[in-house]
């Protein structure tokens, strides 16, 4: 399985930009969804996440800004960022739970950069 991220980029503070993910390889099924970020300096941490039931998780910071949906068919998950700020720049990891026959795994991509300046 394989997880592939596109979207980063650089935006000026107030700015957007859509992240997409990929998932491809042999899956059966995609349990949950979503996206981490790492700040230089600072520990990885969640962004926001999606079951395959639709219900969604983000994190404080993002709240109201960033927005979260998949799209099943495609196996893939993006990531709008509205209203960027500085404090958003980190290098964004897509993240997957995928069930492959009875194993439930974690996956992770490469990571897409994003950087927003002020």
């Known amino acids: 399985v394989q997880l592939q991220a596109s979207g980063g980029g650089l935006v000026q503070a107030g700015g957007s930009l859509r992240l997409s993910c990929v998932a491809s390889g042999s899956i059966f099924s995609i349990n949950i969804m979503g996206w981490y970020r790492q700040a230089p300096g600072k520990q990885r941490e969640l962004v926001a996440l999606i079951t395959n039931g639709g219900r969604t998780n983000y994190a404080d910071a993002v709240k109201g800004r960033f927005t979260i949906s998949r799209d099943d068919a495609k196996n893939t998950v993006y990531l709008q960022m509205n209203s960027l700020k500085p404090e958003d720049t980190a290098v964004y990891f897509c993240?997957?739970?995928?069930?492959?026959?009875?194993?439930?795994?974690?996956?992770w991509g490469q990571g897409t950069l994003v950087t927003v300046s002020s």
């Open positions: 993240y997957a739970d995928i069930s492959r026959w009875s194993v439930r795994s974690d996956y």
